[in-house]
């Protein structure tokens, strides 16, 4: 199978979820004998083509992964061209579109070229990312913001961005079946043209590791008797950071030395550092941007991984990936998180926003060893059976093979 991955961000632009989802898949489907190329957008300490690992990444000059108007123009355009170009060179089967960067394909080029698309849509849809942005209002700035300029783009640009994603892809795959029922109540679709697959994470790399566990703690500076919690992702006030560096303030413990790791970076790294500061408190550490491959050194350097997110995300890849590393989790109850732990097995869920009772279910895990124990044993468990990479894969590669024999008879 010859597959094209759109997508106006990797992990070396940017880590998020959409970035990690694309390069899984990307190395899913190269480990298993099939040609990839990644069309994303232009990287200044990257060559306009690279292969690596069996992957062939197109950094497209003249296009930025910031997504500014300006630039959203050059990317729709000039991605195109790069499908024209490889459709007519090595030759593909089929794209894979990482959200809405498929929708200009889908809906202008898909008759013309024949090539049939898969749009992987991360979110829950675009009344759950109003909702998600309005609930982050705690300024007038932001409030305007919102108001004016936030609301117009999702009216002129997010609207249709989904529905052209939707409707004219030839299938969507949703990351949960939250998101998919989000998607179906805002587009009119048939249903069996929309899947949840949960992103493959691999279980092989994200594992209990403890020779890793004291290297990494030792790199930290972190004492092999601290119990240490840990925040990851992308540092936004919408993932709730600040909630959990507050409920880790509030924590007490009359014996034993409680950290509390934040691995990333963001728009509020800087704040939250401050903040710290502020308390004189020599107990948080700040890593930040880590790469994905490390990551798993940071998760079992960990004791319990802290998801206090506000955000209605489809689903939380970090959640699961400290999962498959055997860390209980305190996770906000919101969206498509609820897929993720089993309550009481695996963790705890709290009301999003809700510092008290993040703290209450943080504390409870703290100060049961043999919970500590179980849960984590639980958490690994499901993630192996639930969202390991080859299940994932597997039922990607099976759907996109269908949806190429079905694009073949329609010709």
């Not at 009344?127 to 609930?135: A, E, L, T």
């Not at 703690?217 to 507050?246: I, P, W, Y």
Request: contains cysteine; positive net charge.
């Amino acid at each position: 199978m010859r597959i094209a991955i759109l997508c106006t961000a990797t992990t070396l632009h940017q880590q998020g979820g959409t970035e990690v989802h694309a390069e899984a898949i990307a190395a899913g489907a190269a480990a298993r004998g099939h040609s990839v190329h990644i069309i994303t957008s232009h990287h200044p300490d990257r060559p306009e083509t690279e292969v690596r690992g069996g992957i062939s990444t197109h950094y497209l000059p003249g296009t930025d992964f910031s997504m500014s108007r300006k630039a959203l123009t050059a990317w729709w355009e000039l991605s195109a061209l790069k499908i024209k170009e490889l459709a007519s060179g090595p030759g593909l089967d089929i794209i894979w579109a990482e959200n809405y960067t498929g929708q200009y394909y889908a809906s202008r080029l898909r008759k013309e070229l024949g090539i049939p698309v898969i749009s992987f849509l991360g979110g829950l849809g675009v009344f759950d990312d109003i909702r998600s942005n309005f609930s982050r209002i705690s300024t007038p700035g932001e409030a305007l913001y919102f108001a004016t300029r936030y609301l117009a783009q999702a009216a002129l640009h997010l609207c249709p961005w989904q529905y052209n994603a939707v409707h004219y892809s030839d299938h969507t795959v949703t990351v949960s079946q939250a998101s998919r029922q989000a998607v179906l109540r805002e587009i009119s679709v048939p249903e069996g043209r929309i899947t949840a697959i949960y992103p493959p994470v691999d279980t092989r790399l994200f594992r209990p590791d403890t020779k890793l566990r004291g290297k990494t703690r030792e790199t930290l500076k972190l004492g092999a008797r601290d119990l240490v919690l840990l925040m990851s992702g992308v540092v936004h006030k919408q993932k709730g950071f600040e909630l959990g560096l507050k409920a880790f303030f509030a924590l007490e413990r009359p014996a034993g030395d409680l950290k509390l790791v934040i691995a990333g970076d963001g728009p509020e790294r800087g704040r939250l550092e401050q903040l710290a500061a502020s308390r004189k408190n020599k107990s948080v550490f700040f890593t930040g941007t880590v790469p994905n491959c490390e990551m798993p050194g940071i998760y079992n350097a960990a004791d319990i991984y802290l998801n206090p997110t506000i955000r209605r995300e489809g689903l939380s890849i970090v959640t699961v990936e400290a999962m498959a590393c055997a860390l209980p989790s305190v996770v906000s109850r919101i969206g498509g998180t609820v897929e993720t732990i089993e309550e009481g097995l695996s963790g705890f869920f709290t009301r999003p926003g809700n510092i008290a009772e993040l703290k209450q279910k943080t504390l409870a895990i703290l100060e049961n060893t043999d919970l500590v124990r179980k849960m984590g044993f639980n958490a690994r468990k499901r993630s192996v059976d639930i969202f390991s990479a080859d299940k994932s894969m597997t039922a990607i590669l099976d759907l996109s093979d269908k949806v190429i024999k079905r694009a073949g008879t329609e010709i």
